[in-house]
């Protein structure tokens, strides 16, 4: 799967900027996710960076015909009928893992929402584990790995932090985009990379 998503990215065009800390466990956070390509292209830095991820599935992807493909790609399996219990049990399988980095997509699906979904927020803060932020700048074609960022408990202050990191403009669809706490920041100065 490395040497695939090596020769898709060389393909495409795309470039990765940065790298993943050295810290056995840590959730990434890929965004902007408007498109399909989105999910491949942040599985596939997965690959070209580290060889051991999980990413979040639902459980009836599992069942279907590609079911085996997505476990072996490193798919979580995750009971959507049990909201309530989803992050605790999510925590509790991390904390049972020597190593784990976690894909999660915050906005939790391509179409416009409202706000960030903050699945990956009470994850990060209950397995007390670092968040890294990863951009895709599809006018670029750069995915950006940030500095691992340690959440302090203050959902609003931490959610505006993150905000300030990105760009709608950077999605394959900025209309679609949506920001952590749902406001539009001003256009940055200067690319993401370099902040």
């Not at 993943?20 to 292209?41: C, L, Q, R």
Request: net charge neutral.
């Amino acid at each position: 799967m490395r040497g695939l998503s090596r020769m898709v990215f060389r393909l495409q065009g795309w470039k990765i900027e940065g790298q993943f800390p050295e810290d056995k466990k840590f959730i990434v956070i890929g965004a902007p996710h408007t498109s399909n390509w989105d999910a491949m292209y942040m599985i596939g830095t997965g690959f070209l960076l580290k060889s051991e991820f999980r990413w979040l599935v639902k459980d009836s992807v599992i069942d279907s015909p590609v079911g085996r493909l997505a476990l072996w790609g490193g798919a979580m399996p995750i009971d959507r009928s049990h909201k309530d219990k989803q992050v605790e049990g999510i925590v509790q399988r991390i904390e049972q893992m020597d190593e784990v980095i976690l894909i999660i997509s915050p906005e939790g699906s391509r179409s416009k929402v409202k706000r960030w979904k903050t699945g990956f927020y009470h994850i990060a803060i209950g397995a007390n584990l670092p968040v890294v932020p990863c951009f895709l700048d599809y006018p670029s074609k750069v995915i950006g790995i940030g500095p691992a960022v340690h959440l302090t408990g203050d959902l609003e202050k931490d959610m505006t932090s993150l905000g300030e990191l990105y760009n709608p403009q950077w999605a394959k669809y900025p209309d679609q985009f949506t920001m952590p706490c749902g406001n539009q920041p001003p256009e940055p100065e200067t690319h993401h990379t370099e902040k």
